[in-house]
């Protein structure tokens, strides 16, 4: 919010100018920096001597002699009877920006370098040396000119390239404020990396870590490959019947990578400002879908579960999930799971995900759609029949395990094509 051109006035500019003899024809080329060699203030000062006569140089930061690489008296005396202009350390560097047509960088080593940063911010060309940090913040010929390390000679010849069109410095400012304003935006970093960090800590499990969740919006979308390992963990963290929860968070992982490579899939995902707390799944076809998953992550998958396959029991009931719609065809198609975290809870998400498939694979001209629940889980069956499934079928999708088959039958808006 500091460094934005519209609020620095003309008068302020036009002040800074004359500060050091300036005027409107003159190209103001400014630094700022430690006066040490390492930012590179020997090889600018050297290249000085090659520039535009209208070319005006500052150079602003508190000079270091006792520094290794500090610059001693004599140096700094000679740039100044050269006509380089050494105000040292300045507190309103934001209006020194606003003031320069130029703005060089000649480090030898950065890490990311603030003070470019700050001048692109302020819509201002960026001339810089051709080394890591400096290449974050310069796009060569789009927003300045990147040039070789230690040479005074291709350090002039680019300052005065730029000097010479007011067009082409006019555009890389303003190729300048976007870059950063879409990159280096601290807020915009700070949401990244906090994103970053709570998508790791869902993949845990650890979704309680997020306090104050109940005063985000939630938004419902497709889900993307990304999204497989939180699926995973909100499967496994919130789903209490079922038999592939036994097969581990990896194994899940497997089977949500392959739901989300496949055509005959549809999975939503509500999330907040950091990413999914709830989700549904529904394939068109179930034995067409078990039978991409075997193709595709099969083999890995069953590798992750190794440990919970060890039981016969485990080998009888991947059977049976793979092989149960045969026998009760109420339709091919079916919502296959849904979860929803337990934070987020007791806000209508469940309904809201499972009418929103609904919709996209009536849409698709899918109009009726099973679901399997356990026969003990009322909860999920009153959740399915306030959205349209109506109970069809009693079913043992395992041995000893009663199921009910519920169907929910809506008219297609949609023809699929042949």
Not at 115 to 133: F, H, K, L, N
């Amino acid at each position: 919010t500091r460094f934005d051109p519209s609020l620095i006035n003309d008068q302020t500019r036009r002040e800074i100018r004359a500060s050091i003899g300036a005027g409107e024809e003159d190209i103001v080329v400014g630094s700022v920096g430690r006066l040490v060699a390492e930012k590179g203030f020997p090889e600018l000062f050297e290249a000085a001597k090659q520039l535009d006569e209208r070319c005006v140089m500052v150079a602003i930061g508190p000079n270091e002699p006792d520094k290794d690489d500090g610059l001693d008296e004599s140096f700094i005396t000679s740039a100044l009877e050269q006509g380089i202009h050494l105000p040292g350390m300045q507190t309103n560097v934001d209006e020194w920006y606003a003031a320069m047509d130029i703005f060089v960088l000649a480090s030898h080593r950065e890490g990311f370098p603030r003070a470019a940063m700050e001048a692109a911010a302020m819509g201002v060309p960026v001339i810089a040396t051709d080394i890591r940090g400096c290449r974050e913040v310069v796009d060569h010929e789009e927003n300045g000119l990147l040039v070789p390390l230690n040479d005074p000679d291709a350090l002039a010849a680019a300052i005065n390239d730029l000097a010479r069109s007011t067009e082409r410095r006019a555009a890389m400012g303003m190729a300048s404020r976007k870059k950063a304003l879409s990159t280096f935006d601290e807020r915009r970093i700070v949401k990244t990396v906090l994103s970053a960090q709570l998508s790791a800590l869902r993949e845990k499990g650890l979704f309680h870590h997020l306090q104050g969740s109940e005063d985000f919006d939630l938004e419902i979308r497709a889900a993307t490959a990304g999204d497989a390992a939180i699926l995973a963990r909100l499967h496994a963290d919130n789903i209490d019947t079922g038999f592939l929860r036994t097969l581990g968070v990896g194994f899940l992982r497997h089977l949500y990578e392959s739901m989300l490579g496949s055509e005959g899939a549809t999975v939503l995902v509500a999330t907040d400002p950091f990413g999914p707390v709830a989700f549904v799944a529904g394939v068109n076809d179930v034995g067409a879908f078990y039978g991409h998953f075997a193709r595709t992550k099969g083999p890995i998958a069953g590798m992750s579960a190794i440990p919970r396959l060890i039981r016969p029991s485990a080998w009888r009931k991947i059977w049976e999930t793979a092989r149960y719609d045969g026998d009760h065809q109420e339709t091919g198609a079916e919502l296959l799971s849904m979860a929803v975290a337990a934070t987020y809870r007791r806000r209508g998400l469940g309904g809201a995900l499972a009418s929103r498939l609904l919709d996209e694979l009536a849409g698709a001209g899918i109009g009726r759609v099973k679901v399997v629940v356990g026969s003990d889980n009322s909860g999920a069956r009153n959740l399915y029949e306030s959205v349209g499934f109506v109970a069809k079928d009693t079913i043992e999708v395992h041995r000893g395990e009663q199921s009910i088959v519920m169907v929910s039958e809506r008219e297609p808006s949609a023809i699929p094509a042949d």
